[in-house]
């Protein structure tokens, strides 16, 4: 079982389709801020998280990437993953979101940083990118703390809900990642 530690007290695993109503109570109490930025943010019912979590663990048994659930105490407070990866170029998108009442607190920056050194050090891969909503301050903020590179942006790339959105691509390669100011994170 995949299971990271973080410094805030917090640590990220695994979803388990037991986590699908959790998942479900989570996002709803968020949905007006994520729909803002997340397409995927209106899906309502558990029927359709546990979908996603199935969907999940099978990109963990074809080693196409990951998503984990972010703890704090003993409740879901948001996700960190890859997408899936590109094994031919050895790169990954990583994908995440808060609950808003977390957020401000350091706990994204240190499950980022800790998925980041997981992908270049477990997986020995040479890029990961993140792609950000122009105008999604505190995501990109997270992405600059950590050094990530703004390369560019696409324009009206995405479409959460009724708008048109430019995305910001970021990424971090191999050989410019430091993660040693968040380096009291552990995978076990």
């Known amino acids: 079982m995949l299971r990271f530690e973080l410094r ?12 699908a109503e ?6 709803a109490a968020s949905r007006a801020y994520l729909a803002e930025w997340l397409d995927w943010a209106n899906a309502e019912g558990t029927e359709e998280w546990l979908a996603f979590i199935r969907r999940t663990r099978d990109k963990v048994a074809a080693n196409d990437g990951f998503c984990a659930a972010i ?5 879901i407070v948001g996700w960190v993953g890859f997408d899936r990866i590109d094994w031919d170029s050895r790169s ?4 995440y979101w808060l609950a808003r009442d977390r ?13 980041t050194g997981y992908a270049f050090d477990a997986w020995k891969l040479n890029r990961v990118e993140r792609r950000i909503e122009v105008g999604n301050q505190r995501s990109a903020a997270i992405a600059h ?8 942006t696409l324009r009206r ?9 430019d995305i910001a691509v970021y990424s971090m390669l191999a050989q410019e990642w430091d993660g040693s100011a968040l380096s009291n994170n552990s995978a076990r």
């Open 22 to 27: 959790e998942l479900e109570r989570v996002i």
């Open 157 to 165: 790339r995405e479409r959460p809900g009724d708008s048109v959105k």
């Open 92 to 95: 990954t998108s990583i994908g």
């Open 145 to 152: 703390r950590l050094g990530f590179r703004e390369e560019g």
């Open 8 to 19: 805030s007290g917090c640590y990220l695993r695994l979803f388990e389709e037991s986590d």
């Open 71 to 75: 703890i704090d105490g003993d409740a």
């Open 103 to 115: 957020q401000g607190r350091g706990i994204m920056t240190e499950a980022v940083a800790a998925l």
